[in-house]
C-alpha cells in the first residue's frame, strides 16, 4: 500500500479544519444561536437593574415567599398572587423557589426572565415557520424578541408572569398543530394549558386559540381537543371560584382608576386603549407605567382621534387579507388565524373586565405575537420575484430591528431603581392623576397600593 505523501495529508488536514470551520459558522449563523446573542446584546444591561415597582410588594415584602410553603396556602386566597380576582399559584411556587436560591439578588431572577423570553422568541419563529419561508419569519421573531413593548416583561421581575404563561401556551399550541393527536400528545395539551392558566387569566386565549386552529384549517378531532380544553377549563374556575373562593373585588386607594368605573365608561376607553398599542408598536418613543388615565367623555383628541387611527390601522391588515383572498385563498386560514389572534388579544386587556391600570406595556406580550403573524401573511402574499426588492426588504429589517434593539436597550436603563423609573416615566407621562401616583410612589417606594375593598 502506498504511502500518502506530507502535501496530501496537510491538504486533508486543511480540508477538516474548513469542514469544521464552516460547520461552526452554520451554527453560529443559525436562528437559534442568532436569537440567543441578541437577546443578550439587547437585554444584557437589564441583568444588574434591582426590583422596582410591585417587586417590592410581591417578593421583598412578602414575608410568606420567604419560607416554605403549603400546598393549601398556594392554591388558596390567602396567597398574595391570589387576590383581587387574580389566581396566579404557579407564581408564588415560582418566586418562592427562586427566593429559596437567590433571595433578594436581583441578577438571578432577571436571567432566568431573558432565557425564558428568548425561548419564547424561538417559539415564535417555529410557529411562524409553518406558514411564512425561513427568512420572513426569521425576521418576525426577530421583532417579538427586541421590541420596547417587551421591556416591562422583561426587564420587571413581576412582568415574568407574562413570559410563563405565554411559554407554556404556545407550547400547547405547537403541540396540537399535528394533524392526529394521540392520547399523549392531548394529556401533554391539557398539562401545559393548566400550568398557564394557573400563571396568568390570559392564558385561556391560548385554549381558544388551539381550538380555532383546528376550525380555520379543516383539521380532524376538532370535538376531542374541544372537549379537552373545555375540561382544563373547568377544572380552572372549579379551583378559582370554588376552591380558592377568589372573585373580582373593586378597590379603591385614592385616585379614579378605571376599574372603578361602569362599564359605558370603560367601554369608551377601548378606542385610546387599542390606540396606545397599536401606536406604541409602530413609535414605542413614549412608554411607561401607571397608565391609568380614564376618558370620560367623547372629544376629538382622545376619542375620535384614536378612534380613526385604529379604524386606518385595522383597515390596511383587512385590505391585505383580502388581497390575500383574491390572490392566494390558502393563505387566508393563516390571516385569519393572527389576525383574529390580535383582535382577541386586544379584547382581553379593553377593559371589558376592569383591569388594576388602563393599559400595561406587558399586556402586549400576547397581542403582538398576532399582529407579527397577520404582517406576515400581508408581506408575504406580496411574492415579489425581483431580486433588488427581497434584499431592500431584508436592508428595511435590519434597520428596523436595529431601531427597536437601541431604543429597548435605553429603556431597560430606566428600570435600573424603582426611583429612577418612577422619575423618569413621571415627566413622561402626561396625565395628572398617572403623574400624581408617580410622584407619591416616588417620594414613598413602598406605598400601600392594596388598599381594603369597598363596601
Not at 396556602?73 to 389566581?87: D, E, I, L, P
Not at 419561508?133 to 421573531?141: A, D, H, V
Not at 385563498?329 to 383582535?343: A, M, R
Request: charge should be positive; proline fraction near 5%.
Amino acid at each position: 500500500m502506498p504511502e500518502s505523501s506530507p502535501q496530501s495529508d496537510n491538504q486533508a488536514v486543511l480540508d477538516r479544519r474548513a469542514f469544521l470551520i464552516g460547520k461552526a459558522l452554520k451554527i453560529l449563523t443559525s436562528p437559534p444561536c442568532i436569537i440567543i446573542a441578541l437577546g443578550f446584546i439587547v437585554f444584557s444591561n437589564c441583568l444588574n437593574n434591582g426590583f422596582v415597582w410591585d417587586d417590592i410588594n410581591y417578593i421583598i415584602s412578602n414575608q410568606a415567599l420567604h419560607h416554605p410553603l403549603s400546598f393549601s396556602y398556594v392554591f388558596s386566597k390567602a396567597n398574595f398572587f391570589n387576590s383581587q380576582g387574580m389566581y396566579r399559584p404557579l407564581m408564588t411556587i415560582y418566586f418562592n423557589f427562586l427566593y429559596y436560591l437567590y433571595a433578594d439578588a436581583p441578577y438571578h431572577y432577571h436571567l432566568i426572565q431573558l432565557w425564558i423570553h428568548i425561548i419564547n422568541a424561538y417559539l415564535v419563529y417555529l410557529l411562524f415557520k409553518r406558514f411564512f419561508n425561513k427568512t420572513l419569519s426569521f425576521i418576525l421573531s426577530l421583532i417579538f424578541l427586541v421590541h420596547p413593548l417587551q421591556v416591562e416583561s422583561v426587564s420587571y421581575i413581576s412582568g415574568t408572569i407574562e413570559p410563563v404563561f405565554f411559554l407554556f401556551g404556545i407550547s400547547a399550541l405547537h403541540v396540537s398543530l399535528s394533524d392526529k393527536l394521540s392520547l399523549l400528545r392531548l394529556a401533554l395539551i391539557s398539562c401545559l394549558l393548566l400550568l398557564a392558566l394557573f400563571t396568568s387569566e390570559t392564558s385561556v386565549l391560548f385554549l381558544f386559540l388551539i381550538v380555532l386552529y383546528r376550525i380555520v384549517f379543516h383539521k380532524k378531532q376538532k370535538i376531542t381537543l374541544f372537549a379537552t380544553t373545555g375540561l382544563i377549563f373547568i377544572i380552572y374556575v372549579f379551583m378559582h371560584f370554588y376552591i380558592a373562593d377568589i372573585y373580582p373585588v373593586p378597590i379603591y386607594n385614592g385616585y379614579p382608576y378605571i376599574w372603578t368605573q361602569p362599564l359605558g365608561i370603560r367601554m369608551l376607553n377601548i378606542p385610546a386603549i387599542w390606540f396606545y398599542y397599536l401606536k406604541n408598536f409602530l413609535d414605542p418613543s413614549n412608554i411607561g407605567i401607571y397608565q391609568i388615565w380614564v376618558v370620560k367623555q367623547i372629544d376629538f383628541p382622545r376619542f375620535y382621534l384614536p378612534l380613526i387611527f385604529d379604524f386606518v390601522f385595522l383597515g390596511i391588515l383587512l385590505f391585505f387579507g383580502r388581497r390575500v383572498a383574491t390572490t392566494r385563498k390558502n393563505n387566508l386560514h393563516v390571516f385569519t388565524f393572527f389576525f383574529v389572534w390580535l383582535i382577541v388579544g386586544l379584547l382581553f386587556y379593553s377593559q371589558l373586565f376592569p383591569l388594576d391600570s388602563t393599559v400595561a406595556d406587558r399586556w402586549m406580550y400576547f397581542p403582538i405575537a398576532g399582529l407579527l403573524g397577520t404582517i406576515g401573511v400581508s408581506i408575504q402574499n406580496l411574492n415579489s420575484k425581483s431580486v433588488n426588492a427581497k434584499i431592500a426588504g431584508v436592508i428595511l429589517a435590519i434597520i428596523v430591528i436595529s431601531l427597536l434593539s437601541f431604543r429597548t436597550i435605553n429603556r431597560n436603563n430606566d428600570w435600573k431603581t424603582d426611583f429612577g423609573l418612577n422619575l423618569h416615566d413621571f415627566h413622561n407621562n402626561n396625565d395628572i392623576t398617572s403623574q400624581e401616583v408617580l410622584f407619591n410612589h416616588t417620594i414613598s417606594p413602598t406605598p400601600a397600593i392594596w388598599q381594603a375593598p369597598i363596601q
